[in-house]
């Protein structure tokens, strides 16, 4: 059984910075692309950032610049760190990551995290 379990989420005021963390566990033999996700209220979920196993990212437009996504695979841990957080930033975000278990070594299940709250408000 995969677990990821985000953390880190709050309120910040405009222009404030935050840092999610995203912690994989179970039963894990190895983890390939990871990923931020975020849905605000009525809108569909999106891709903040990814990065595969080899550290190669990749932001969304809307937040080039301004947030900085990492990992550490021998912990089987994500980053996110956001800086010059606008009120368009508010949603749960979402960790994802495709993982492949013990059980099966040569295959990838995909996962999601339970999903943290940001919210970006004077």
């Known amino acids: 059984q995969v677990r990821l379990v985000e953390s880190g989420g709050g309120l910040v005021q405009p222009g404030g910075s935050l840092s999610l963390s995203c912690a994989a566990s179970?039963?894990?033999?190895?983890?390939?692309?990871m990923g931020w996700y975020r849905q605000a209220p009525g809108n569909e979920r999106e891709l903040v950032a990814s990065i595969t196993s080899g550290s190669r990212t990749y932001y969304a437009d809307s937040v080039k610049g301004r947030f900085t996504i990492s990992r550490n695979n021998a912990k089987n841990t994500m980053s996110l760190q956001m800086n010059s957080l606008k009120p368009e930033d508010t949603a749960v975000y979402y960790c994802?990551?495709?993982?492949?278990?013990?059980?099966?070594?040569?295959?990838?299940?995909?996962?999601w995290g339970q999903g943290t709250q940001v919210t970006v408000s004077s």
């Open positions: 179970g039963s894990i033999f190895r983890v390939n692309d």
């Open positions: 994802n990551a495709d993982v492949s278990p013990w059980g099966a070594p040569g295959t990838f299940y995909n996962h």
